[in-house]
């Protein structure tokens, strides 16, 4: 599954910390859009869906969540609750995101501008979008 986790470098001094990303030099694309998800309601899934080419960083920089990630193979669930972590997400990986703490802050860098027509918000679409892409 093409998913990576990045260690961002924590830049501390005697006023505290900062962390600084560049696109292309500490994650692999050029950041073209920035959106930041919070004040989710409890119970609520977000996601449930796949990108047919999109490159994403998520990043929670307050409280916690959960992401279940599938590539139509093999599925595993992360918990992101570190601001100094950044989960990239390759293109045509189905996500879920779950388990919102009330003040979670889950920003996310994207490689491409919003595009509703690069979503596939039906599973059963992305499973035979994935075995077209592996004829
Ligand atoms: C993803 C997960 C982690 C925009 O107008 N511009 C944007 O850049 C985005 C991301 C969304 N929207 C609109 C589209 C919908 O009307 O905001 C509304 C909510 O979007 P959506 O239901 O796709 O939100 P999530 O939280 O289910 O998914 C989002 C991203 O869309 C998706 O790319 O990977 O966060």
Redesign the pocket.
């Known amino acids: 599954m093409n998913i990576k986790m990045f260690d961002f470098k924590v830049i501390g001094d005697s006023r505290g910390s900062l962390i600084a990303i560049e696109g292309e030099k500490t994650i692999p694309f050029d950041i073209k859009?920035v959106?930041y998800?919070f004040d989710t309601k409890s119970n609520v899934q977000?996601?449930?869906?796949a990108?047919r080419d999109?490159e994403?960083i998520?990043i929670c920089i307050n409280g916690e969540c959960k992401i279940r990630l599938d590539n139509g193979t093999k599925s595993k669930i992360l918990t992101l609750n570190d601001l100094t972590k950044g989960l990239y997400?390759d293109s045509m990986i189905w996500?879920e995101?779950i388990s919102f703490s009330p003040d979670c802050v889950?920003m996310?860098l994207?490689n491409k501008y919003?595009d509703?027509l690069d979503?596939i918000r039906n599973y059963q679409e992305f499973l035979e979008a994935i075995n077209s892409d592996n004829k």
């Open positions: 859009r959106y998800i977000r996601g449930k869906h990108h999109l994403q998520l997400i996500r995101l889950l996310v994207a919003y509703e979503y």
